[in-house]
Each structure stands twice: as structure tokens, then as C-alpha cells.
């Protein structure tokens, strides 16, 4: 059993950077590829960046490309996602979620974060 705990959303101004951690516990990260997904207001929770498990690939949505960068600190068993250059539209709830060693872009992850509200102004 793997337990996700994402942080680091919050409020901040278009054009402006955050980052968002999660943190996993139970089992190491090390055989679990990861994906990061957002739901907006009324839409269906959709696939942000991916990593799999040896952090040798990464995959983005054309949304955020170039915009944000996912990586991983394997000591800590955490996983980052960098977004700049925010917009309005990437408000949302970010969720981290983990699968062993690939990466896919539909919802078919076995463990999943409770979320993290991120909230950009324009």
C-alpha cells in the first residue's frame, strides 16, 4: 500500500510559479511510475506530467509544456512538479497518483493523493 500526500498548491497572481510535492509512504517510490492530474470547476480531472519509474521519461499535456517540469528526489521518496508561467486556466485541484513502472494518461493508477487547490488570478 502506497500513501500520497500532495502539498504546495495555493493562491498566486498569472505568470507566477509554485511547486507541489508528493510525498509518498508505506513502499519506496523507487518501482512506481507517477502522474500528476488537475480537476477544474466542471470538467473531468485530466492528466497534467508523468514520470516513470526511473525517472528517465517524462511525459506533459500540450496544455503545460515547456511551462512545468516534473522531477523526483528518490531520497525522500517525493515527487515534484514546478509549474510557471501560471495561468488562469490551470486552476484547479492537483492530484498525484502512482502505478508501477509506467506512465499512462487515463485515471488507471492504483493509489492516488487527496489533492492540493491551485488557485491562479489574473
Known amino acids: 500500500q502506497v500513501q500520497l500526500v500532495e502539498s504546495g498548491g495555493g493562491l498566486v497572481q498569472a505568470g507566477g510559479s509554485l511547486r507541489l510535492s508528493c510525498v509518498a509512504s508505506g513502499r519506496s517510490f523507487n518501482r512506481y511510475a507517477v502522474g500528476w492530474f488537475r480537476r477544474a470547476p466542471g470538467k473531468e480531472r485530466e492528466f497534467v506530467a508523468g514520470?516513470?519509474?526511473?525517472?528517465?521519461?517524462?511525459y506533459y499535456a500540450d496544455s503545460v509544456k515547456g511551462r512545468f517540469t516534473i522531477s523526483k528526489d528518490n531520497a525522500k521518496d517525493t515527487v515534484f512538479l514546478q509549474m510557471d508561467k501560471l495561468a488562469p486556466e490551470d486552476t484547479a485541484v492537483y492530484y498525484c497518483?502512482?502505478?508501477?513502472?509506467?506512465?499512462?494518461?487515463?485515471?488507471?493508477?492504483?493509489?492516488w493523493g487527496q489533492g492540493t487547490q491551485v488557485t491562479v488570478s489574473s
Open positions: 514520470l516513470n519509474w526511473s525517472a528517465t521519461s517524462t
Open positions: 497518483a502512482a502505478r508501477l513502472w509506467t506512465v499512462i494518461t487515463t485515471n488507471a493508477y492504483d493509489y
